[in-house]
């Protein structure tokens, strides 16, 4: 008699009623799991969506200090110079003015008004209705001056209407001056504001901000710098009350805004073949979902095998390649440059040669895990050859932070290896390239890498030639 038969023996052994609650129980125990597997999935899937969120978010903030801190960063030298020098004149200010509007790519205009009141503006044409002007007067602007005054540094205003018409935030930094007849005086004396005006619509069409972050409902708050208290600048104010919406902040002087967003379609809504697994799961229950664990194993298995070396279990070359078209696309978007190492261990064979081919493959783990040892989490390292390996450095360009590196790689392979009773040492060439400095190109830069490994090992081939010269 079969399994079958024995279970269909037992089953009639029971009522009617008793082997349909047995069908339901199984059915219910199906769906169950079934439910499991999607919700799993579903929460993976949300968890996905939302770092990508948080990374476009990421790149937004980024790209929104860097352009308004770099619009700040020119109007410094302009006020150093009135802290020493109260008492200047049209002609000191135009020149000054002219050259900062110039580089700046946002700047509207640029001011200084001694005592809260306008009296030096560049460019003058369309701007000939904000001289005079007294903020003490303005119901609208003059909190924002007071918050600045009372801080003694720079706050970021706005966005506001123009009084010469137009849309723009306002970056004003009290200036003040030391008393000349007795510089030891405890508290300067203040002398008044300068102000410089960014041009809102360019700064965020700059930041692609104008157009909406792709894929996204996007929202900034903050105005005056307020942060989490200040007025919607950009998107639905709703954005913000959401507890599903990914948020950061912007960092301003003294202030900040605040980022928030969720995809366009909601949470999760990517998830039609997760509602297939349902369906199927819901007709052929238990079997179907051993089928897709199985497949599922097996796919995440073969992937380890073709992305990572079998002996080293780093990544190999496959992965690494594909790290670095990473990096290089992160670097397009973001000037976030890279430092790609090739390292090839020196006078490997003669390990293989003189001690065996176990010995060469212990030298070969101890090594990556050495390489691993004296680089960051964040890097990669990588083997992709019998005893070459590539160290993949983001962020890393700086040339004494990589000598630092270059010099702890070294120190790190070079230490003696010790197997049972056999001792050794094994050293390394290293060459180096970096990204986009020496190749803005990934198969560029990995053959300048490759050609400065190998002119390292000529080097230090070159240098144990050498002889001392004798009597």
Do not use: C
């Not at 070359?317 to 440059?337: P, T």
């Amino acid at each position: 008699m079969t399994f079958t038969d024995n279970v269909m023996t037992w089953l009639e052994s029971f009522g009617r009623s008793t082997r349909i609650a047995f069908a339901v129980l199984v059915v219910v125990f199906v769906m169950v799991v079934a439910e499991m597997v999607v919700s799993m999935s579903h929460e993976r899937l949300i968890q996905h969506e939302r770092a990508d969120v948080v990374e476009q978010l990421a790149t937004v903030r980024a790209r929104l200090e860097g352009e308004i801190n770099s619009t700040l960063h020119l109007s410094r030298g302009m006020i150093s110079y009135v802290a020493t020098h109260p008492d200047l004149t049209w002609s000191d200010f135009e020149p000054m003015a002219a050259e900062i509007v110039a580089v700046g790519r946002h700047i509207r205009n640029i001011g200084l008004a001694p005592d809260n009141v306008i009296r030096f503006i560049y460019p003058l044409a369309g701007n000939e209705r904000a001289l005079g002007m007294d903020y003490t007067q303005n119901k609208d602007q003059w909190p924002v001056v007071q918050r600045a005054i009372e801080l003694g540094s720079t706050i970021v205003a706005g966005p506001v209407k123009l009084v010469q018409g137009g849309e723009g935030l306002i970056a004003r930094t009290p200036i003040y001056i030391q008393n000349r007849n007795n510089y030891t005086q405890a508290k300067p004396r203040y002398w008044g504001l300068a102000s410089i005006v960014i041009d809102t619509p360019s700064l965020f069409r700059t930041t692609e901000i104008n157009s909406g972050v792709p894929g996204l409902n996007f929202a900034i708050r903050g105005a005056d710098s307020m942060g989490l208290e200040g007025d919607v600048i950009v998107g639905d104010e709703a954005l913000f009350t959401s507890l599903d919406a990914v948020t950061q902040i912007v960092s301003l002087p003294n202030g900040a805004w605040q980022m928030a967003a969720i995809p366009a379609d909601g949470w999760g809504k990517s998830e039609s073949p997760h509602m297939l697994v349902r369906a199927v799961g819901w007709t052929i229950a238990l079997i179907f979902g051993v089928l897709v664990y199985w497949l599922l194993s097996l796919e995440r298995r073969n992937r380890d095998l073709a992305l990572h070396d079998p002996l080293t279990k780093l990544p190999n070359r496959r992965l690494m390649y594909d790290r670095l078209y990473q990096l290089a696309a992160l670097s397009d978007r973001s000037n976030f440059g890279f430092t790609l190492l090739y390292v090839d261990l020196n006078n490997f064979k003669p390990v293989n040669d003189e001690f065996g081919h176990n010995t060469g493959d212990k030298v070969l783990i101890e090594i990556g895990e050495r390489l691993m040892a004296s680089t960051r989490k964040s890097d990669t390292v990588a083997r992709v050859g019998g005893d070459e390996f590539v160290v993949l450095l983001p962020g890393v360009t700086d040339q004494k932070i990589l000598n630092g590196v270059l010099e702890k790689l070294h120190n790190g392979i070079g230490r003696p290896m010790k197997f049972g009773d056999i001792e050794l040492s094994v050293h390394a060439s290293i060459g180096y390239a970096r990204f986009p400095e020496d190749a803005d190109d990934v198969e560029r830069l990995v053959n300048m890498a490759d050609m400065n490994m190998y002119e390292d090992k000529s080097s230090r081939i070159a240098q144990l030639r050498v002889i001392p010269d004798g009597d």
